[in-house]
């Protein structure tokens, strides 16, 4: 026991101590942010979750081989692209379909950006959310991005993002997607001179780009906002579920999950009946939309609840799912 001890008790030192840092990751983040039930279920389940493991297994070998590549050319992402197609090949024979496929396409895009300094390559960039109080300790929010390019001007830089799955987003869904959100308050943490940054995701398996522009002046307040609540959920170990066809039809947890969407969890229980089910609606769907047509041909007009349909031309082309049938 020290003096200070002797003098005011056992434990009084800790009275000046800092508790523990929390740091929170942002893939961690990421599914409170989508759905605190789900990143609970992910973590009950773990070891029951079924994986596609040639698609995230693809997606770190060629994270490895570009981080390579682009560390050991750092003056020169054209001399980073040639590395990445020459090594390409030596990739596990079993992912190199789409490897090479995801590879060669990420090659092309750095290409783009010749003669852009290097600023960061997949290096973890840490910001204070919440500093210490004598309760809890600081919380810190890490992210690590890809590749970050320097521009030509001072206050802006680009951020590139590779995918090797199969989500295509859009420049919309660039935008409000999560890891943009903490991977741009993150930077703008660390380079205060920084305003503007240009987002690309890069969908190598698709060969797509998804862009979002953000400004730390119309952005920054709103993402440290968005990245707090998910920061509160995290820490009070909230339990919501927020069920949404898209999300659930993609959640890893559907079958263990009580909220899911109603379609989502038909589809996860028996994806054979399902699609027959769908095949037949489909079937009949034609039927009855070749009558409703030849109906309306000469001009009539056929009322239902709340609308009608006549023959005047569609204004979108259709974006519905189309089977096809397998021959035996
Ligand atoms: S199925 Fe839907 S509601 Fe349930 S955990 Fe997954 S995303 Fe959340």
Not at 54 to 59: K, N, Q
Not at 73 to 83: G, P
Not at 142 to 159: C, G, M, N, P, Y
Request: aromatic fraction near 8%; charge should be negative; include cysteine.
């Amino acid at each position: 026991m020290n003096r200070i001890e002797q003098f005011f008790g056992t434990g009084a030192l800790d009275t000046f101590k800092t508790p523990e840092a929390v740091v929170l990751q942002r893939s961690e983040m990421q599914s409170r942010a989508d759905c605190p039930h789900q990143a609970n279920l992910c973590v009950k389940y773990k070891d029951k979750i079924e994986r596609h493991e040639v698609l995230p297994e693809t997606g770190n070998q060629v994270h490895k081989l570009a981080k390579v590549a682009i560390k050991s050319n750092e003056h020169s992402l054209q001399d980073a692209a040639d590395y990445i197609t020459e090594e390409l090949p030596k990739i596990r024979p079993d992912l190199q379909p789409e490897a090479l496929r995801a590879g060669r396409n990420l090659a092309n895009e750095i290409r783009r950006f010749e003669g852009s300094r290097l600023l960061l390559c997949e290096e973890p960039i840490t910001r204070s959310l919440i500093p210490a109080t004598q309760d809890t300790g600081e919380i810190l929010v890490v992210s690590e991005l890809d590749l970050v390019l320097a521009t030509s001007k001072q206050d802006t830089i680009i951020v590139l993002d590779y995918k090797t799955g199969y989500k295509d987003r859009t420049n919309a869904e660039a935008l409000d997607d999560f890891q943009t959100c903490v991977g741009s308050w993150d930077l703008w943490g660390k380079y205060p001179e920084v305003n503007t940054s240009h987002w690309w995701y890069l969908n190598t398996r698709l060969h797509t780009r998804s862009y979002a522009r953000l400004e730390r002046e119309r952005d920054e307040e709103n993402f440290g906002a968005r990245i707090f609540e998910v920061a509160r959920l995290y820490i009070e170990k909230s339990d919501e579920a927020w069920p949404e066809p898209k999300k659930c039809s993609m959640c890893d947890v559907t079958r263990w999950c009580k909220a899911a969407d109603y379609e989502a969890k038909k589809l996860d229980g028996d994806p054979k009946s399902y699609i027959d089910a769908f095949v037949a609606l489909e079937a009949r769907y034609n039927d009855m939309d070749k009558i409703i047509k030849a109906a309306c041909k000469d001009g009539r007009r056929l009322y239902g609840t709340g609308g009608y349909i006549d023959d005047s031309p569609k204004k979108k082309p259709s974006s519905r799912v189309s089977f096809k049938e397998v021959k035996s």
